[in-house]
């Protein structure tokens, strides 16, 4: 049986998904990214492969995404973020039409057809205050592990806010919320907040349409799918797989892409060019 694996490799974590000749899905990782973006990739596809029993040979095609996806060398093709997590998305919420992607370094809001081709996108790159990476800051400098600080912001009772835009200036805000005596809960969801605003209006400009589906690590954080629930007004699709939507859909253009190959290879035209 032949194989194509999709891997998204993020700034913090990479992620990789693995799809079987007749398009059903066999295996998924997720393992840290770590400096090293090509052995990241690289020990993911091995360690998926060993989890589920896949010989490495029979894998037949690769499609990278994600941060590193340039740095994945063996990789048959490269293909944006935007354009994986949109056919993600739509492959685990078939009524996808807006995309909320929020990563460790960016968020990007993506309006997308029933094919799941985007028609309309916004962005935040220029500063990690708005997505995820921003958290991971708040949660060192209040000393609480990262999975914990979205449930400890559902606890809070008075939000305490941050303004600032800047990730820099912003984490001075947490520790001015610190000096001041400010509950841990509070000050953890005016940072949810924070970030959910920011997403928000991104939603805003793309003309967002129901239903809306989250993807990226933030996915795993029950704080930040509340903030952004609060804010957009609305119920919003996250499920257990959704940090994989980059991967699987970068695994399902492999797999179309493949199969294109094929056809190509096998067409008695392009066989007697």
């Known amino acids: 049986m032949d194989y194509v694996v999709g891997i998204d490799v993020g700034t913090r974590m990479t992620r990789a998904v693995v799809v079987d000749d007749s398009g059903g899905e066999r295996g998924r990782i997720c393992q840290e990214t770590g400096a090293r973006l090509e052995v990241a990739a690289q020990q993911t596809v091995e360690e998926l492969c060993v989890r589920h029993g896949i010989d ?16 994945v060398p063996f990789r048959q093709i490269q293909i944006t973020e935007m354009t994986c997590h949109a ?5 685990q919420f078939p009524g996808t039409r807006t995309v909320l992607d929020v990563g460790a370094m960016n968020s990007r809001a993506l309006r997308i057809a029933e094919n799941g081709r985007v028609v309309a ?72 907040n924070s970030i959910a605003e920011r997403v928000v209006a991104l939603v805003r400009q793309v003309g967002a349409q129901p239903e809306i589906t989250v993807t990226g690590g933030v996915t795993r954080n029950v704080g930040m799918v509340a903030a952004l629930e609060e804010r957009l007004g609305s119920h919003v699709n996250v499920s257990a797989d959704s940090e994989y939507a980059g991967a699987l859909g970068a695994a399902i253009l492999a797999g179309q892409r493949w199969l294109r190959l094929q056809e190509a290879s096998s067409s008695p035209g392009r066989a007697s060019a």
Not at 61 to 68: D, L, N, Q, R, W
Not at 87 to 91: P, S
Request: hydrophobic share 40%; with cysteine.
């Open 56 to 71: 490495r040979n029979h894998i037949v095609y690769v499609a990278s995404t994600g941060y590193g996806r340039y740095r």
């Open 87 to 91: 056919v993600g998305a739509l492959r």
């Open 121 to 192: 996108f916004r962005m935040n790159d220029r500063c990690a205050s708005g997505a995820g990476r921003f958290l991971e800051r708040v949660a060192k400098s209040l000393e609480i592990e990262l999975e914990q600080i979205g449930a400890l912001s559902l606890r809070a009772q008075d939000p305490q806010p941050i303004s600032s835009i800047c990730a820099v200036l912003a984490e001075s805000e947490v520790i001015n919320h610190v000096t001041a005596g400010k509950p841990v809960e509070d000050i953890l969801r005016g940072a949810h």
